[in-house]
């Protein structure tokens, strides 16, 4: 009795959804998308490329076996099935694949060919693209790793120009050690995480303090590089990074994280007070422009990290950082009118963060509760207010409990007069 198996063992295997089949033939159409374009009156054609484009990839393929009825119909399964698929290809290897619109699978059985039944379908490699908006946070942290780019470079020119060297040096001089001063108050007067900040940034800050002495080779790009890394420590001092290896004498702490809501205090107030200290003579005004630039991009970094409560929080935190940016995007479009070349692009970058921030935003806005306001008609205890609000939660109660206390700062909860109460809805 002849094998039908042994007949076509030359056949090579592959699996669509995880049901195996012997392949006859494949093949697929490979170009680019050229649109031809004709115009009344003009004999000759326009054609325009619209770039790469894959057709479908066209299988033949052969289910084989005493069972190939049941192979058949679990293939038919898999065909009517959501996609995408697993393609394991002979030739082209495994990938994912949708099947090609329009063609629908077509399986054959006949009663020449008993215990074979053959296939044929069309398929396209599944290439999901990211959806826009979807990652916000990531487009924003890009934006700022430009911005903070841009303005180093900008102070780094303005260090060191043509004409003048020696004076923009000595100048540079008296800028490092007084935004030391600048940034050590900003530092002391955040009550909360004073100490967390000064251990993340000592060691940047310190070399404002003692600058060189004497310009050496790339003297700019370093003191550009020193400036940025002090407003970067500060608001890095929130994340601050675990320790890579353990202590010869035991487990090795990671350091104590700062709030974020405090090293964005300490960067707004350092802009605050770094806003005169450039001066009107070059290269002051440039510097204050690209440092303003550089700080206010660690605040939206820094407070990136907050974990806000309410869609009230959000958007006064955002309204802080936008009247910023404002400010920032106005110094740096006066600059660019006369050093285009240096300010245009950190200019840029600020609209363009703006526009990134204001997209984080509102994605992160419209995940949080907002906060209502509850007018109390007679007094009721904070308890009732809780059960009221979050009654069909109890594992929420005590929480929403412990908000309204906090929140409204109520010295006796059990007794809250009548009034408005702030709730989060």
Avoid at 391 to 404: K, N, S
């Amino acid at each position: 009795m002849i094998d039908i198996a042994s007949l076509y063992s030359t056949l090579l295997t592959a699996t669509f959804g995880g049901v195996p089949f012997n392949v006859i033939d494949t093949s697929q159409e490979v170009g680019r998308r050229v649109q031809r374009f004709v115009y009344p009156g003009i004999d000759d054609a326009a054609f325009q490329d619209l770039g790469a484009d894959d057709g479908p990839i066209a299988i033949k393929g052969m289910l084989i076996g005493d069972d190939y009825i049941a192979q058949s119909r679990l293939l038919r399964a898999v065909f009517r099935s959501p996609g995408p698929y697993t393609l394991v290809h002979p030739w082209l290897g495994s990938f994912k694949v949708v099947l090609a619109p329009g063609q629908r699978p077509r399986i054959s059985l006949t009663n020449h060919e008993l215990r074979i039944a053959r296939f044929e379908l069309q398929v396209l490699p599944y290439n999901p693209s990211a959806q826009p908006g979807l990652d916000t946070l990531a487009k924003l942290e890009t934006q700022l790793e430009a911005l903070t780019a841009d303005a180093e470079n900008w102070m780094a020119n303005a260090m060191a120009p043509a004409v003048e060297a020696l004076a923009a040096f000595g100048f540079v001089q008296g800028y490092l050690t007084t935004m030391y001063g600048v940034f050590s108050s900003a530092i002391s007067a955040v009550t909360g995480s004073a100490t967390e900040i000064s251990a993340a940034v000592s060691g940047d800050l310190s070399l404002l303090q003692t600058p060189t002495t004497a310009p050496s080779a790339n003297w700019a790009a370093t003191t550009a590089a020193q400036l940025a890394a002090v407003p970067l420590a500060i608001a890095g001092a929130a994340t601050p990074p675990v320790p890579a290896a353990v202590a010869a004498g035991g487990v090795t702490s990671p350091a104590a994280a700062a709030d974020p809501s405090d090293t964005v205090m300490v960067l707004l107030a350092a802009i605050a007070g770094a806003a005169s200290v450039g001066g009107n003579t070059p290269p002051g005004p440039a510097l204050a422009a690209a440092m303003q630039a550089v700080m206010i991009g660690a605040a939206i970094s820094a407070a990136s990290n907050i974990i806000y409560d309410s869609q009230q929080a959000a958007e006064a935190q955002a309204a802080i950082l936008y009247a910023a940016l404002d400010a920032a995007i106005h110094a740096a479009g006066v600059a660019a009118q006369t050093d285009p070349a240096n300010a245009a692009p950190v200019w840029r970058d600020l609209v363009a963060t703006k526009a990134a921030l204001s997209a984080d935003m509102n994605s992160l806005v419209g995940r949080l509760p907002a906060v209502v306001t509850i007018n109390l008609f007679s007094t009721t205890s904070a308890w009732l207010l809780a059960q009221y609000i979050s009654g069909d939660t109890p594992g929420e109660v005590f929480a929403t409990y412990q908000d309204i206390i906090s929140r409204n700062g109520i010295f006796h909860p059990a007794i809250i007069p009548a009034g408005p109460v702030e709730v989060l809805n």
